[in-house]
């Protein structure tokens, strides 16, 4: 069935806007949707993914409508609504239109250039290829470049997972179980979840399978006091929280008082009273020192370029830039610093990251040990393993979408000696 013909009207208007890379794509969706009511879920659907297809594919899209006919940006649009629903179903296309998007569709994109093929910004395609080759960059860039599954996280305080299994395959929705994370389920369409009793029960709750397994790799364990030094929304602290079975303390930190209102919801849904959560000002307040040489495990999920999640945030690859990188490097080395100072010897520190560049990965995990002789790395081997999870990828948890299907994550393991 055609969508509405004014869909490709919409998706030019949400472009204009989400091009000018001054804030996150999906705000500025969610934003036009609110100011247009009227626009069917359908139409929604179709024009968030055009314009999701034109983030992913902005160099190769932008080559494609150097050809055809009227304005650019209607062009970029179409390209979009073809890419995302198909040309049959959009409607009002002019016969020259049709022509030029059944023309493209038929360049083998094999024939294009491979830094265009790849649709990274140079500097960042530059920086792959040097480190890994230009087959290995083109299939990370490839996996990166498409939609990422739905994953979820059982709450075992709630359900188990083969109950959940079940309850979905009533709602009719089909999952899989998460190959490492051992509360994880997979989903390969998009169902609306928010109206599910399992969902408005606290009993699953929305999470990429890499994310849970860094909730797992903190191995906090019951009892204990953790801090989870940026907690943001609360994705990973529900997840130690439950792992902690509902028991000894877990601080949520962060800066955002607004992220960390988020959390808010859903920890009541999630049934966990053994979560605070306190806004500080910086990595340094006086909130942090109080509880120096306190805490058992420390998960800093530092700040980062988020490169890892192209699949669920395609623009931020066009909103990163070297600089940005540098600044965030600083950031990331003094909130680690100053997490460590609360890790009591014997705890644990874990260091984290969605991001796949060396700079905000390795070279902080590396600079924080040789400033710090106090802690010892642990590797991420032993650690999945004393978490009964099947997966070694060396020193350092290192998760790509093309080898792991997860987002990209990294993490490292320090213990603190005295
Ligand atoms: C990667 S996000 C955290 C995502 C979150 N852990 C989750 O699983 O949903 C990084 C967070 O660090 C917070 N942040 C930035 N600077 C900080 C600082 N100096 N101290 C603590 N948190 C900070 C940001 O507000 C952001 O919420």
């Not at 979820?152 to 009719?172: G, M, Q, S």
């Not at 130690?240 to 808010?264: P, S, W």
């Not at 460590?340 to 390795?362: F, H, I, Q, W």
Request: aromatic share 6%.
């Amino acid at each position: 069935m055609r969508l509405h013909p004014t869909v490709a009207s919409h998706t030019e208007e949400v472009l204009r806007e989400v091009l000018r890379f001054t804030g996150p794509a999906d705000s500025a969706v969610s934003w036009y949707f609110r100011e247009h009511p009227k626009l069917g879920s359908r139409e929604r659907n179709a024009v968030a993914e055009a314009v999701y297809a034109v983030l992913r594919n902005k160099l190769v899209f932008g080559s494609f409508a150097e050809s055809g006919v009227g304005p650019a940006m209607r062009r970029l649009a179409l390209l979009g609504l073809a890419d995302a629903v198909g040309i049959d179903a959009v409607a009002g296309l002019s016969p020259d239109e049709t022509a030029w998007l059944e023309r493209v569709a038929q360049i083998d994109r094999q024939t294009l250039p491979a830094a265009m093929r790849a649709n990274l910004p140079v500097w960042l395609y530059d920086k792959l290829v040097a480190r890994d080759g230009e087959a290995a960059t083109l299939s990370l860039a490839d996996a990166l470049n498409r939609p990422a599954p739905l994953d979820l996280r059982v709450n075992a305080l709630k359900t188990k997972r083969e109950d959940v299994i079940e309850e979905l395959a009533k709602a009719p929705i089909a999952c899989e179980p998460t190959p490492y994370a051992p509360l994880g389920l997979r989903i390969f369409k998009k169902p609306a979840l928010q109206n599910l009793p399992l969902f408005k029960d606290g009993a699953i709750e929305v999470q990429d399978e890499g994310s849970q397994l860094l909730a797992h790799i903190l191995g906090a364990k019951r009892g204990e006091m953790v801090v989870d030094f940026c907690a943001g929304a609360g994705g990973k602290t529900l997840a130690i929280g439950a792992i902690m079975r509902n028991t000894g303390r877990l601080y949520a930190f962060d800066v955002a008082e607004k992220r960390l209102a988020k959390l808010k919801p859903r920890l009541a849904r999630s049934g966990l009273s053994n979560v605070h959560p306190v806004v500080i000002a910086h990595e340094n307040d006086a909130k942090v020192k109080r509880l120096a040489g306190k805490i058992d495990r420390v998960l800093v999920d530092a700040p980062c370029s988020g490169l890892g999640t192209l699949r669920r945030n395609p623009d931020m690859k066009w909103r990163q830039t070297p600089e940005s990188v540098a600044e965030l490097n600083q950031k990331q080395s003094s909130i680690l610093a100053s997490a460590a100072r609360l890790v009591k010897p014997g705890g644990r520190l874990v260091y984290a990251t969605c991001s796949l560049l060396d700079e905000e990965n390795e070279a902080i995990a590396n600079g924080f040990l040789a400033a710090n002789s106090a802690f010892r790395l642990v590797p991420a081997r032993e650690v999945l393993a004393e978490q009964k999870i099947d997966l070694d990828t060396g020193d350092f948890l290192k998760l790509t979408p093309q080898q792991h299907q997860t987002d990209g994550f990294f993490a490292a393991v320090f213990e603190r000696s005295k």
